[in-house]
């Protein structure tokens, strides 16, 4: 025979999404972001063409091998796509070039979709997720 029933516990906080979590910065220099940081060349969404990316995340995993992959791709244009949120941020770019620059990776990318209006974060170092989906030929 079975027991009683024990009472319902609480319910949890809703879990992090998946990708790669880095900081946002607000700043548009094209250098070493620093590490765990990521920051667009431009404030206005639709001009941005490069992005500058830690070779490591906010917890210091190092994700340079993976993130020089994205250009692998034998398709001649769109090597891949990068979707980047943070906060009421949703970006979505193709990326066409990787340049490694040891501790820091510029991708050069056009803006397809997203927020174009308002801040494009809402706060220096933000939370930001990045999700990758590499192209066939």
Known sequence: SRGTTGLTGYT??????????YSFSNSTSMANPGSGIIRYNSGTPG?????????????TANHSNFLKSLDDSTNPTIKSYIIINAESVNHVFTVSAITD??????????????NTSGNRETSFFA???????????
Do not use: E, H, P, R
């Open 12 to 21: 949890g906080s809703v879990g992090i999404t998946g990708g790669l979590q």
């Open 127 to 137: 939370k930001a997720v990045l999700s990758f989906f590499s192209c066939s030929s």
């Open 101 to 114: 620059n040891s501790s820091w990776l510029q991708l050069t990318v056009d803006f397809i979709s997203g």
């Open 47 to 59: 001009s941005i063409t490069a992005i500058a990316i830690s070779a490591t995340d906010m917890y």
